[in-house]
Structure formats: structure tokens, C-alpha cells
């Protein structure tokens, strides 16, 4: 199964910087045969311009685009927010629901996340769920019970239907603690979390044994890519920082 990078740029660039950006990581993506499923995941106002630059590019079957938050309403008068229809003119596939900054400094619940997983698949599109520990519930040993309320909150309102497959529902796997900070978990504890979040999905999706992918995000770099996303269960990575440097961002690539 080939493994999937998502970059995400957060709220990083300017419009000449985020041009530079993908065309080098098009650039670098030409030579990586291997490399079959790029997201990038610029901030929204510069979708148009990163998805022009990959359609014309040669590459264009093998870097999608993503979207950093997606307004849990399908239109109307909500003032700043964008819909996951709007987004579809600039092919956008992906969209990045419960990120734990959004979580933590937009005040975002569980009820606001499983309403935006929800709007995104009435769509064609897919989701990316983050979900992930605070140290302090690292701690106090309370991670896996988190990381399963994250699963079964921000997947709460999936009708019947949606519950059949898992392939529009991508999971990424992000330690809050990890995030930013050059820590990361040590490879057992990746492994251990991912096959818990595995056993709970498979709860979920019980007709078809369908089994959403699951990205590990954290201080990831071209240091750690190797062995990170060798770990059994490790479906790809979504990186933060190191996506900002395309050289690195590249590096990265080439561990998959
Ligand atoms: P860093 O790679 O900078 O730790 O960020 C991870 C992240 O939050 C990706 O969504």
C-alpha cells in the first residue's frame, strides 16, 4: 500500500513563499516514482494559486490538495467560514477536521468536530481527523481513553451508510504534546496507539471491515521519517514544520 504525506502549512507564507514552496516540492516529487499520494495543505487563501501550480505540473495525478478547516454548515450567512462545495472548485479532496490547535486555542468540541466530519462527507470529499493526547493526559495514563473518545465523538454522526466504508475517513494520529516541539513517542508507543485506534475504527466500521489510514503527525523530519513510517499501522505522516522546507519536506518523501 503506497503511504500518504500530507504538508500542513498552517497559518505559514506569503503568496510568493507558498509559489517558491510547491513548485520546489513539484519539483522534488518528479523524481520520487514511489510517491503516489502528496497532500498539500496550504492556508486557504492561497488554494487557488497551489492548485494551479499542480495541475500544470506533470505530477498532477500524484499531489492533491487539502483544506486546514472547513465550516461545519453548507452555505449561508456564516460570516468567515468556507464550505467543502466552495472548496471543490479548486479540486480540493481533503479537508483536516479537529486539529488539536483548533481544539485548543479555537474552543472547539467534540460536537462542533463530529458536525464538520459530517459536512465534509455529504460531500465526495475526504476527511482528516486528528485526534491526540495532552501530556498531562499522557501522564495521568489517560491516552488511550482520550484517543478513543476523540474516534467515536468526531465519528458520532456518520449515518448508516457512511459507517459501510472507511475510505473517505482518514485518521491522524497527532500527540499534542509531540506537535511543534522536536518529541516525538517512541516507536512502540506509535505502534501500540496506532493498533488502538485501529481496534476502535473496526468497532465502527463493522459491515466491511473497512479500516480507515492512519497518519502519524508530531515532529516528524527527515531524521525520524525512516523509521517513524516503517511502524506497522503507519499509513503516512502529516507534517507541520518540516513541510515548510521543501528540501526536508522531500527528504521525507523518499523514506516511504
Ligand atoms: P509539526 O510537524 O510541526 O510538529 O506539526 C504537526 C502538525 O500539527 C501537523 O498537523
Known amino acids: 500500500m503506497s503511504k500518504l504525506i500530507a504538508a500542513n502549512w498552517k497559518q505559514n507564507g506569503s503568496s510568493l513563499e507558498v509559489d517558491n514552496l510547491t513548485r520546489e516540492i513539484i519539483k522534488g516529487a518528479k523524481k520520487l ?3 503516489n499520494n502528496l497532500i498539500l495543505i496550504p ?10 501550480l499542480i495541475k500544470k505540473s506533470s505530477v498532477s495525478k500524484r499531489i492533491s490538495l ?3 478547516n472547513i465550516s461545519p454548515y453548507k452555505n449561508g450567512a456564516y460570516t468567515g467560514e468556507i464550505s467543502a ?7 480540493c479532496k481533503y479537508f483536516i477536521v479537529g ?7 479555537f474552543n472547539e468540541d467534540s460536537v462542533m468536530i463530529s458536525k464538520k466530519v459530517l459536512s465534509v462527507l455529504n460531500t465526495s470529499q475526504k476527511i482528516i481527523l486528528c485526534i491526540g493526547e495532552t501530556l498531562n493526559q499522557r501522564e495521568k495514563k489517560q491516552a488511550r481513553k482520550v ?10 454522526l456518520l449515518t448508516p451508510k457512511m459507517r459501510r466504508t472507511a475510505s473517505k475517513i482518514i485518521i491522524a494520529y497527532e500527540p499534542v504534546w509531540a ?3 522536536g518529541k516525538t513517542p517512541s516507536l512502540q508507543d506509535i505502534f501500540l496507539m496506532h493498533k488502538h485506534i485501529i481496534e476502535i475504527s473496526a468497532k465502527i466500521f463493522i459491515t466491511n471491515r473497512s479500516i480507515p489510514k492512519i497518519l502519524y503527525g508530531g515532529s516528524v523530519n ?4 525512516n523509521e517513524i513510517l516503517s511502524i506497522q499501522g503507519v499509513d503516512g505522516a502529516l507534517v507541520g514544520g518540516a513541510s515548510l522546507n521543501a528540501k526536508k519536506f522531500i527528504d521525507i518523501c523518499r523514506s516511504i
Open 33 to 35: 516514482k514511489n510517491l
Open 43 to 52: 492556508p486557504s487563501v492561497y488554494l487557488e494559486r497551489v492548485s494551479k
Open 66 to 68: 487539502g483544506v486546514q
Open 85 to 91: 462545495d466552495m472548496c471543490k472548485d479548486f479540486d
Open 99 to 105: 486539529h488539536s490547535e483548533r481544539r485548543e486555542t
Open 147 to 156: 484517543i478513543a473518545n476523540q474516534i467515536k465523538s468526531g465519528l458520532s
Open 179 to 181: 506537535i511543534g516541539t
Open 222 to 225: 527527515s531524521e525520524n521519517s
